[in-house]
């Protein structure tokens, strides 16, 4: 089990970070990840084989001006 986002969540075996971030529909481009503490680069993503007790946080990049 591995948290995403603050929620526990249950991933097959040998889920990489990139599988993890398609399957819930997150628009990797957008996107910065924390994975266990550390922003890996996203050429990384792949390479990342996720594993229990792994904490993830996703954050959005919004568009937006002032008034």
Same mark, same amino acid.
């Given at each position: 089990m591995i948290t995403l986002n603050g929620e526990k969540i249950q991933i097959k075996e /040998?889920?990489?970070?990139t599988e993890l971030l398609n399957e819930k529909e997150f628009r990797i481009a957008l996107i910065a990840v924390e994975? /266990?503490?550390?922003?890996?680069p996203k050429n990384e993503f792949d390479s990342i084989i996720l594993k229990d007790g792994d904490i993830i946080e996703v954050v959005s990049f919004m #568009? #937006? #001006?002032s008034i």
């Open positions: /040998n889920t990489s970070l994975y /266990n503490g550390k922003i890996p #568009g #937006g #001006g």
